[in-house]
């Protein structure tokens, strides 16, 4: 029971331990990681103690563990002690005394057995017996006993004294005394180890406590602190487990040796006792036939025993004396009385054989061999026998030097005498004769020496072969005797004899328990021994060898995470110092690019806005054609710029999407109309058809989408040939799952001319975005606010190599160097077209088939804004397309999917289109229907032919108008319809709202509405007309280009080149109505500039607030090449209402600073 409790204590000490280490080490990593990760952050100063409470607690926690190791180790010693058992030696024969009397050989379960009647009587409550020594020379010690009752006022101590023998030995109770002094100098130990810790412990603790430790040498002195005193723990650790090993091997082998010697003294004692009870009733049984003769002998005249009654008496009363080998009856003849005697027995009183080997009642002895008895005053021969020594009549026993002793000291004591050991003839065993006096009946009990003397009448003696009788004692116990027994007669204590037992060896343990044979003269004990050596103590060795591995293996275990730990912990700070070298890097990357942007954009500005300002002047054609290639140009080195510092901005985490309510549709065909002379100069088909289903306005980012798309078309254009087409669709993503309402979109590998745009064939859409992990919109979180849409570019370009489609979302990576040849490009509009899909929380696929082409599907999540009616949108971005709404028109067109799209573009001006395929079932459809409910007849160029187109026509009413949906203008076509006096209005793909507008409206009278012309920008100049606007930057090319554009809306342009320059101008009062500011520029840059001026404006409207005047608050708007740095919120920070990036359009300038402008 002891182990396990052991072993489970440690294992839940180590535990804790283990966890307040892991806790704290991952306090001090936490305070680590904070101090690495403040090169961004704000530093916060730590309390100077924290360190400390963690010292304390871990110093509580060592107290804790101090004070149940002690309590633990005296609980166990009280636990002992009370297990101890109590061996009390000595007799005692005084009747007011309560002693326990170790003479008659009371076994420990005996000595319980009465402590326990003592316990459960109602009188005695508790039994205590002391040991008081004698003088040095005393053999003889004394032996206290109290008993104290239920209550105090029964309480009362009963004591006595009776002597007891010391023989010398050392006795149990002398071994648990030197056992309790080795438990003191154990404890002494133990606590002088704990205090040596402790006290080594302490100063550790305080010394860190006191040491301050600098702000930026903390973070590394407290992970080196922590390690040392981790290690010195572990130490501590180790050397506590090695104590308890020790101590727990000493208390176990101590518990076993204690079991063993309570065993044999157990075992001797209870032979001891057996033998000693079955001697004295024999004894007994002697000496009542001693009175036996007495009275019947001695005391009948005639006698009424003789030798014949004698021996049957006896042999019949063998079994009453199972120890005696023979009893015998000598009488006493005094020297006066011997011829009488003689004569009378008919014998003559005969010597024993020799002097040296007493052989009194041996057997096998013949009396007609043995010579007189020499003259002597008294005589005490044999007159009667038990039959078995019969030869032993007429024998003197007083003939023997030590018979006659003992016959003499039996008669004046009154109580049976034994002999020496002697060797019996017949056995040739070591034998005694126990002797005791007969006297006559008159004799009274307290007679005195003198008195026996004189009344000795004879003398009874008994034989006994001790050997038979200790075996034949032993063979009545257990049939496997486990010790040694050994009977010693110790008379003479320097030469013991052995009467029973081999000879001794050393088996281990010895028990001596003392005999009471009832001769007070003579001593004898019993020695007993185990038959074998003791075992080695396994369950100690297990036990604390166990204790022992566990320490070593759990300190093992943590020294192993004391040093993984330690690693890790210089790990983290190479990769905190890695880290910040990162960032520095890349702040230095950041600052770079931002400096190379500006000085990149600052000339190209310059150079783009004197391009355009050329282009302005009076040129001839080939001039003007250098003039355009050269803008393109420019143009083109902008969008690389742009699309590096794309790349740099999403890498470092700093591009952040805008949330605008915009219109999808009108971002799409902004991009067709971007494109749309490429997809014209290669001859390819490029249509866009967004869903019905799909709200005419999202909230999200409309740059960044405009950007994805831009990039999927312009990578399809650059790798498709002619003939080919590009097909862009917009649906919801829950659409997808609807075969139905995507069936005719879903191309495929026929060669059908109705199942794709160009009638080429086409990769599976599907399969670009079968493997999205989110593609339906219902898994959304408050799905009722955002929408998930699913943009598709399908091409029928050359498509991507297999070996090329796993890294075509690797940045600056293209399929090979050959393609980089061929078709030019950097390699990372995909990769920013991936970034920008994630940051709108979507996915990105494609498909591709080598001379197939290519799919790539994508989609995008945007919040939901409230919903606007087609006319709303309409008159938001053409205020003049109401008078469209309920037209019919007719589309002539034998491609599905391209019907699709023509039908998709004229249901957004709000007019009803009907689809046929040919002019043949465009004339049956006629005759069905009214021709003249057609406003218009929509024929693709595909589908015309001659003869039947013309037969449609002249069978078509005059006021219904026809157009010619063509990739490139036909003159064959138009001279055809010329000759038949018919007018075609051309409308050139690809198809895009303004472009049908416009085409509708200069060819149908609507009424009143006049026909319009194309809006240009300068048609809005007259809000800007008269306003003194101030331009300030640093270089003269700048201004002279941002003055120029502005001068051709009709503003008055004012240049400054410093911010000092700029704060002169524009103190209040000043008849300024905006300023367009640079940001980086000497001595005062624009954001100090403009918090220099609207702290003036602050001023002067506190004093003006009280006059109920408009506070002044001039519009200033940012002009910066450093396009990573100046995002609109660090512009707002400092008080400017908005920035415009160089290098700027015409447009950008006026759009930004006619928006704080009221039209007139």
Known sequence: MILPAVVEFSRLFLKWVFVIIMSLNCKISSSSGLNGTSSKMKKVKEPANSGWRW????????????????????????????????????????????????????SNDLLHELAYSFYETDQITALKCTKQLGDKLSTKHEITCSLKGPNSAQNAELWGQCPIHDDDKPSLVHEKVARGHNNGILKVCVWVLLVFALCALIPCLWKNHKVKIKPKEQTQTSSRSAGKWMKKLLVLFVLVGVTVSIWLFWYLNDGIQLRRRETIANMCDERARMLQ?????????????????????????????????????????????????????????????????????????????????????????????????????????VILSQETVSHIVSIDMMSGKEDRENILRARASGKGVLTSPFKLLKSNHLGVVLTFAVYNTHLHQDATPEERIKATVGYLGASYDVPSLVEKLLHQLASKQTIVVNVYDTTNASAAINMYGPAEADTGFLHISSLDFGDPSRKHEMRCRFKQRPPPPWTA?????????????????????????????????????????????????????????????TPMNGVLGMLQMLMDTNLDAKQLDFAQTAHASGKDLIKLINEVLDQAKIESGRLELEAVPFELRTILDNVVSLLSTKSQEKGIELAVYVSSQLAEEVVGDPGRFRQIITNLVENSLKFTHDRGHIFVSVHLADEVTDENSLKIFNGSNSNTACNTLSGLPVVDRKKSWENFEKLSGKDLINESEKIKILVTVEDTGVGIPIKAQSSIFTPFMQADSSTSRTYGGTGIGLSISKRLVGLMNGEIGFVSEPGTGSTFSFTAVFMKKETSSLDTVLQQYHPDTSAFRGLRALVIDQKNIRAEVTRYHLQRLGISVEITSDFESAQSYRSEIDSSTFAMVLVDQEVWDKESGLAFLRGVESSTKLFLLANSINPAIQDEIKSA?????????????????SCIQETISLGNTSVLARRKPSTLGTLLRDKRILVVDDNIVNRRVAEGALKKYGAIVTCVDSGKAALEKLKPPHSFHACFMDLQMPEMDGFEATRQIRRLESMVNEEIISNNASPWHMPILAMTADVIQATDEECMKCGMDGYVSKPFEEEQLYSAAACFFESG
């Open 277 to 381: 009870d079955q001697f004295n009733v024999s004894m007994n049984h002697v000496h009542a036939l001693a009175i036996l003769v007495s009275t019947f002998y001695h005391g009948k005249q005639p006698p009424a025993i003789d030798q014949k009654t004698f021996g049957e008496y006896t042999e019949r009363t063998f079994f009453e004396r199972p120890l005696t080998s023979g009893v015998a009856y000598a009488l006493r003849v005094r020297h006066s009385e011997r011829e009488k005697f003689e004569k009378e027995h008919g014998w003559t009183i005969k010597k024993m054989d020799t002097e040296n080997q007493d052989q009194t009642l041996a057997q096998d002895c013949d009396p007609k061999n043995l010579e007189p008895s020499p003259i002597q005053d008294e005589y005490a021969p």
């Open 55 to 106: 010292k304390r607690l871990v110093l509580f926690v060592w107290l804790i563990v101090v004070a149940v190791g002690v309590g633990f180790f005296f609980i166990s010693g009280v636990f002992r002690r009370k297990m101890e058992v109590i061996t009390l030696t000595g007799a005692c024969k005084d009747n007011k005394s309560l002693v326990l009397v170790q003479q008659f050989n009371v």
């Open 541 to 601: 060795i297990l036990a604390s060898g166990g204790v022992l591995i566990i320490t070593f293996l759990l300190g093992h275990i943590f020294y192993a995470a004391i040093n993984r730990i330690a690693a890790v912990e210089r790990d983290y700070r190479k990769m905190m110092e890695l880290k910040h070298r990162a960032e520095a890097a890349d702040v230095a990357k950041s600052q770079f690019l931002a400096t190379v942007s500006h000085e990149i954009r």
């Open 981 to 997: 006096n018919l007018v075609a209005t051309v409308v050139q793909k690809p198809l895009r709202l303004s472009i049908l507008i």
